[in-house]
């Protein structure tokens, strides 16, 4: 079996071919040279951060149905500074797109994360302040974070997976630049296949 940790960069999509008829879009192969992997759920064109990829069809299953609600944490950058409400919305679950959420951890950061900057930067409006949150979901609907985060009235500007697993249980992409993939460790692998 294949286990494959990547750190997809913003603009790659998260596929191995582009089918569309546009001009034609980074994709996983431009980086990953190993065939017969899948990925294990999705990001967003325009996301960022930890993508597992793998042959082993149970286990992405698994990890991607909802019923066993693996945590996925991910750093977003916001437009403007949440208050108190907003942030405790976010936490308590709030109904987007005729769905309501689960609850979520989240948290202010007090400083930025340290993260390679994207590329393009983000746009960038002066007057505007901008902060980042952490923020730990057990379900990945279609773009749900950039829907919570407009549903309370500030917008993700930047979204990156950093994790998924729970605290001695997790996975993370600290080690890699964004572009660059590493198979799995021993105990990485048995940490996932133990994933309840």
Known sequence: MKYIL???????????????????????????????????????????????????????????DPKFAHPRTYYVQVERIPDEVAVNKLRNGITIKNYRTKKAKVSLLSSEPNLPPRIPPIRDRKNVPTCWLKMTLTEGKNRQVRRMTAAVGFPTLRLVRIAIGRNSQRINIEDLKPGQWRKLTTQEVKTLLDFK
């Open 6 to 64: 990547f750190n997809k960069p913003y603009g790659v999509l998260c596929q191995f071919t582009d089918n569309s008829s546009e001009n034609k879009r980074p994709v996983l192969k431009d980086y990953i040279p190993i065939p017969g992997v899948y990925p294990v759920g999705r990001l967003d064109l325009d996301s960022e951060g930890l993508l597992l990829l793998t042959d082993n069809g149970q286990l992405q299953n698994r990890l991607s």
